[in-house]
C-alpha cells in the first residue's frame, strides 16, 4: 500500500506561482510512474501531467505546455509539480497518482493522494 500526502496549495493571484509537493510513503518509490491530475468544480478529473519512473520523461497536456513542470526526488520519496503564470481556469483540487504504467488515464494509476486545493484569483 502506498500512501501519497500532497501538500502546497493555496490561495494566490493570476500571473503567480505555486509548487505542489507530493510525498510517498514506499520504499519502492522509483518503481512508479507519478501522475498529476485535477478536478475542477462542477467537472471531471483531468490529467495534468506525468513524470516517468526514471525521471528521464515527462508529459503534459497542452493547457499547461510550458507554465507546468513535473519533476521528482526519490531520495526524498517526493513529486513536485511546479506551476508558473498561473490563470483563474487553473483552480481546481491538485491530485497525485502513483501507477507502474507512464500514463495519462486515471485508471491506469493505483494509488491517489487526497488532493491539495489550489485557488487563482484574478
Known amino acids: 500500500q502506498v500512501q501519497l500526502v500532497e501538500s502546497g496549495g493555496g490561495l494566490v493571484q493570476a500571473g503567480a506561482s505555486l509548487r505542489l509537493s507530493c510525498a510517498a510513503s514506499t520504499r519502492t518509490f522509483s518503481s512508479y510512474a507519478m501522475g498529476w491530475f485535477r478536478q475542477a468544480p462542477g467537472k471531471e478529473r483531468e490529467f495534468v501531467g506525468v513524470?516517468?519512473?526514471?525521471?528521464?520523461?515527462?508529459y503534459y497536456r497542452d493547457f499547461v505546455k510550458g507554465r507546468f513542470t513535473i519533476s521528482r526526488d526519490d531520495a526524498k520519496n517526493t513529486v513536485y509539480l511546479q506551476m508558473n503564470s498561473l490563470k483563474p481556469e487553473d483552480t481546481a483540487v491538485y491530485y497525485c497518482?502513483?501507477?507502474?504504467?507512464?500514463?495519462?488515464?486515471?485508471?491506469?494509476?493505483?494509488?491517489w493522494g487526497q488532493g491539495t486545493q489550489v485557488t487563482v484569483s484574478s
Open positions: 513524470i516517468s519512473r526514471s525521471g528521464r520523461s515527462t
Open positions: 497518482a502513483a501507477g507502474v504504467g507512464y500514463s495519462y488515464r486515471p485508471n491506469d494509476y493505483n494509488y
